[in-house]
């Protein structure tokens, strides 16, 4: 059973937050007179709203805030600034968006950060022994050893944001067995090998004829060990496809994601790990990026002219001249069952990092968040950066505010969270994460539509906040009650559930868990993925009903959202070990990490490229780079079979 979800205790709250001001300094601009350039048809609706008290914590400016430099970016000028906020409200308008009602703080102080303390005093020692003179500790074995060593034991394609938390905090996860995490082919193996310890031990003690019986008894554990062997060997099995598909020991045909169907190969664009994928809300547009600090935009082919219309528009507003007016260049036809354009729509340059994450807003514009400690913003319609927000550590989560996208929420390393004013290029509000334990913000995400702000930490807890104010509102923490999962580990994903008030939580405990909001109770436990030092987020397809994750063995997992246990003799409903996995076909020579898996947003996009309506397209990168395209067979309304355990 998981532990309730608590809140602090009584006299340990967050520090007063900032209090919103009268309006945004953009709705002043506004009411005062539009800025230069910008569209008459942009409406902008603001919420007025008195200043509320709040004392000032010892040490920080006015309202609580933080009066040093390096938590925004600002403008060099007034003129730039107002350049900046009639182009984005100008491309809001001709993207027809709709905004509602937000709340957001007004300070006209510099947001900045405390200054970093100087490190001089390592320039005269070399990386090695630099390293070699850090401990870090084991959090499998209790070992503590140099950080020179444990960055070689650690499992291979981590993530680099592992490596940088193993610096932070001290700690490291290596390859330890976790028992319910072994296969059931080491378990035999196990046995077998206590069978023949036994064996040995009775040699000694009651001589030949205690051997001869022991030894019957080995051989008939080998004899199932082989067998099982085999079995698993049938099991993962490529299809007519190509596709190598595994379901869990105990889950029995009919299966739903046996055939499925490669159709497109995207594997020659990047280099190196794809950390990240992300479909635009609507579907005809995917983003891509990790590695090789590129962000790919990838377009539906028939919504390719489209987006080449967009495009044209913005470069001939623009004029000659500029990488916004170049044209798109002509390229070779592609396979007709191919659902992308075979070449990227947009390929963005900027980050000097790894790139983590990925976020899209209803109206094409895209964020990306990179180990640089910043992120950037860009638009389909454009070839530049439009802006960059500057953080102080590593940027490990991102999300545009689903009903308002002049608003982002980012949550980094510093274990801040902090809400973003897009057009004011500044931050409107911000939390610090609490808690004795380690604090680092390692995911991030909006839920309930835009109500709560919810942020992942390293120590295992998912705190929300109430969005209009980012105030505290209450914690889950993501751990087993027991054994060698009690201790919360890193979150690498949150996501809201299509039309249910319920989240769904990753987490380096290669578990993913299902979360009611109304009572914060867990709905259910998802088992068979392995995710132990990696950046894995798990997320739902189109209709809520399956969820499908990455893994670090290079296989996707798929789980039934409600598993249909009717039929089993497992005790616990509240924990779904009943998968599906595939890989890619051995001949497309992809990775042995998957690093990042899909669902499209809008199945029946794809309709009319070779499937119906009512098929499912799966989407699933890996550490070499590798993007493949997936569509799965017709689904039936009949829950799968599962075997007793």
């Known amino acids: ?120 005093a390592l320039d005269d020692k070399s990386d090695t022994e630099i390293l070699e003179g850090i401990f870090v500790k084991n959090l499998d074995t209790g070992e503590s050893i140099p950080l020179s060593e444990a960055e070689q034991l650690i499992p291979n394609g981590v993530n680099p944001l592992a490596l940088h938390i193993m610096r932070l905090t001290s700690e490291y996860v290596g390859e330890g067995s976790d028992p319910e995490d072994v296969t059931a082919s080491e378990k035999a ?113 028939k919504a390719k002219k489209t987006f080449e219309d967009m495009r044209n528009k913005y470069a001939a507003k623009e004029g000659e001249g500029g990488d916004s007016a170049r044209a798109v260049p002509d390229r070779p036809p592609s396979d007709d069952d191919a659902f992308f354009d075979p070449k990227p729509f947009c390929s963005y340059s900027g980050h000097t990092a790894d790139i983590l994450d990925l976020a899209w807003s209803k109206n094409y514009f895209l964020l990306s968040a990179s180990f640089d400690k910043t992120v950037r913003l860009w638009h389909v319609s454009r070839q530049e950066c439009l802006a960059c927000f500057q953080h102080t550590e590593f940027v490990t989560g991102i999300a545009f505010h689903p009903r308002d996208d002049r608003y982002f929420l980012s949550g980094s390393l510093d274990a801040r969270l902090r809400l973003w004013n897009i057009p004011d290029k500044k931050v409107a509000l911000w939390n610090e994460v609490e808690g004795s334990g380690n604090r680092l913000i390692t995911a991030a995400g909006f839920v309930q539509n835009g109500k709560y702000a919810a942020a992942g930490t390293y120590d295992g807890r998912c705190l929300l906040y109430e969005t209009e104010y980012l105030k505290y509102h209450t914690q889950i923490h993501v751990r087993s009650s027991r054994g060698k999962n009690a201790k919360g580990r890193k979150i690498t994903g949150i996501v809201p559930m299509p039309g249910e008030d319920k989240i769904l939580i990753s987490s380096n405990d290669s578990r993913v868990r299902l979360y009611d909001l109304k009572d914060l109770s867990m709905v259910c436990k998802y088992k068979g993925a392995v995710n132990r030092s990696s950046q894995i987020e798990a997320s739902f397809s189109s209709d809520g009903s399956h969820i499908i994750s990455g893994s670090e063995n290079g296989f996707v997992y798929l789980w039934r959202t409600f598993q249909d246990f009717s039929r089993s003799a497992a005790a616990r409903r509240d924990v779904n070990d009943v998968f599906e996995s595939f890989a890619a076909p051995v001949s497309c020579q992809s990775g042995d990490q998957g690093t990042a898996a899909v669902f499209a947003p809008v199945p029946g996009l794809f309709a009319g490229e070779g499937i119906s309506q009512n098929q499912e397209v799966l989407v699933a990168a890996d550490y070499k780079g590798c993007i493949h395209v997936y569509s799965a067979p017709a689904r039936t309304d009949d829950a799968p079979s599962v075997k007793p355990h």
Not at 99 to 104: D, E, L, R, S, T
Not at 246 to 262: A, C, I, Q, V
């Open 189 to 301: 193996a196990h046995a077998a090998a206590l069978q023949a310890e036994a064996a040995a031990k009775l040699v000694k003690q009651k001589g030949k004829l205690a051997f001869k019986a022991i030894r019957g008894k080995v051989k008939s554990v080998k004899k199932a060990l082989e067998a099982h062997g085999d079995h698993d060997a049938e099991m993962d099995a490529e299809n007519n496809d190509g596709v190598r598909f595994k379901p869990s020991s105990h889950r029995g045909p009919p299966y739903e994601f046996d055939n499925l169907t490669l159709r497109q190969d995207l594997s020659h664009e990047h280099s190196g790990p794809v950390w990240t994928l992300r479909f635009s809300t609507d579907g005809r547009l995917m983003a891509s990026a990790g590695q090789d600090l590129i962000v790919r935009v990838w377009v539906l082919k």
């Open 1 to 120: 059973s998981e532990p309730a979800c608590t809140k602090p205790p009584p006299g340990k709250r967050p520090p007063p937050r900032p209090a919103p001001f009268a309006t945004s300094s953009y709705a002043k601009t506004r009411q005062g007179g539009q800025p230069s350039g910008a569209s008459p048809a942009v409406q902008v609706n603001t919420v007025t709203i008195p200043p509320k008290s709040a004392t000032p914590d010892p040490g920080r400016g006015p309202q609580g805030t933080v009066s040093t430099q390096g938590e925004a970016t600002q403008s060099q000028n007034t003129t730039e600034e107002d350049d900046f906020i009639s182009r984005y409200a100008e491309m809001l308008s001709h993207t027809d968006s709709t905004h509602g009602n937000f709340v957001a703080a007004d300070d006209d102080e510099p947001a900045t950060v405390s200054p970093v303390q100087s490190e001089a």
